[in-house]
Nanobody, 121 residues
Framework: QVYLVEPGGGSVQAGGSMTLSCAAS????????MGWFRQAPGKEREFVAG???????KYADSVKGRFTISKNGTKKTADLQMNSLKPEDTAIYYC???????????????WSQGTQVTVSS
């Protein structure tokens, strides 16, 4: 069974930090690539970060050095730690699970309902 649930999100001032957590079932955490996408108003949805079930990670250039993706086996979550947030990080953030990095976000991927993150200047 695949489920992705991501409570959280909210508002923060520029320069602040926020952590998004995505709860997933064991099969997803153990066998899928998990990641985060975001969509800002008037813009296309974009990849933010991803983590392979082996632990390998990938990041969009715009968030490298500021965001960190990880998995927590105890809480059964994939977490996105966001530091040094900028107003341009404002978007709806989606947790996604797919079979590999190449297909992550494509048809066949699993999506959460999305959560709003707002960064004010």
């Amino acid at each position: 069974q695949v489920y992705l649930v991501e409570p959280g999100g909210g508002s923060v001032q520029a320069g602040g930090s926020m952590t998004l957590s995505c709860a997933a079932s064991d099969p997803v955490l153990m066998r899928y690539v998990m990641g985060w996408f975001r969509q800002a108003p008037g813009k296309e949805r974009e990849f933010v970060a991803g983590i392979h079930w082996t632990g390998g990670t990938k990041y969009a250039d715009s968030v490298k050095g500021r965001f960190t993706i990880s998995k927590n086996g105890t809480k059964k979550t994939a977490d996105l730690q966001m530091n040094s947030l900028k107003p341009e990080d404002t978007a709806i953030y989606y947790c996604v699970a797919g079979i590999d990095f190449r297909s992550l976000g494509n048809s066949g991927s699993y999506w959460s309902q999305g959560t709003q993150v707002t960064v004010s200047s």
